[in-house]
């Protein structure tokens, strides 16, 4: 009876929240405009805090919008555009709008034909009236009207934010949201959303962090631990190595797949460049191929060449950890995940920071004991005995 109940009251509650979290209203239904201005549609547009209202008039013609960007400054400019090329930003016709050094709102139209526009005040490919914007509460609002034909109805839009100096428009990040920015948009049905496209290449960078991350950031670290704290005891010799061996080809073979996303991605975005990434991104990949040839070309453990290939491995090796965790942490910077995501990164690398310090001292604290017995051996195994020194001797003795 208990049991029922409390699934009952549990199962109201998963209810309620299903019901609460689908129900959830349109932000923009409760923005206003001043003088009581209304708009007939209105949609919460995917990304960068914005929110597009308009009102067709079939008879004239005309679109009228407001575009309006919450949670942004003074110092920070807002556009919104409608593409018919795509939800892309070449061939964006614009509305722009920034608080000039008078402080005050100042409205322009451009048309972006590259992806290093002018962002100088330019005619559009179709007529814009009563061009406006105001700036208050944190929040920028362009108004106009758009004289558009029938075929522009149902088209992209692209909206976009950026950092103003000295009344210039300075070039918008390419990171995290400002890439989420395009969507489509019909005024005639009403409908308006994120593009598939956008959505799709979201998807493809979270691909491309996470298979990354798991073989260069977590598995390679691992395969290091592996061979160097197993490798001391003599009886897990040779298992250690084919586990290093297991680990570190598994990786390689995960870490190029996320390393040909990222490449593909980089070839999928022109005008993107994460140079710093990027180049990391490449100089892993060749690492990480050099060590699977280091493997093969491996000298016999007792060849007089062995010792330069072994500083060669560890140094190759130690280095493909470092530039791992660095361009992980860079690619945190550029996807601009949920922050829980990086601080689960981090938990995982603590968890093998301290394992590896722990097994470090556990080492160490072998070696030196094997040295001493071995430097004693009289003293320590009583003379007569002396062959079974190594990891077997090593819990038999203090
Ligand atoms: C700021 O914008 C207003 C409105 O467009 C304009 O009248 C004024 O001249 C501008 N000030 C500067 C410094 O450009
Ligand atoms: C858009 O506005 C028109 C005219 O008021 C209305 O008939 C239509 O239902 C609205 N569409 C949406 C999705 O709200």
Redesign the pocket.
Known sequence: MQIKACNFVLFSWLLFFVLASSSSAQTCLSQTFANNRQY???SDLPALNSYLHW??DESAETVEVAYRHTGTTSSHWSAWGINPGGPRMVGTQALVAFVNSSGVAQAFTTSIDSLGPSMQPMELSFPVQSLSATFENNEMTIFSVLRVSQNLLSTSQVWQEGRVSNDQIQPHSTTGANVQSAGSINFL???SGGSSSAGSRTRRRNVHGVLNTVSWGILMPLGVITARYMKVFKSADPAWFYLHVACQSSAYVIGVAGWATGIKLGSDSPGITHNPHRTIGIILFCFGTLQVFALLLRPNKDHKYRLYWNIYHHSIGYSVIILSIVNIFEGFDILNPDDKWERIYIGILIFLGVLATLLEAFTWYVVIRRKKMNKHPAHTMNGANGHGYGATAMGQRV
Request: hydrophobic fraction near 10%.
């Open positions: 007939a549609n209105c009102t067709y049905t009403g409908q």
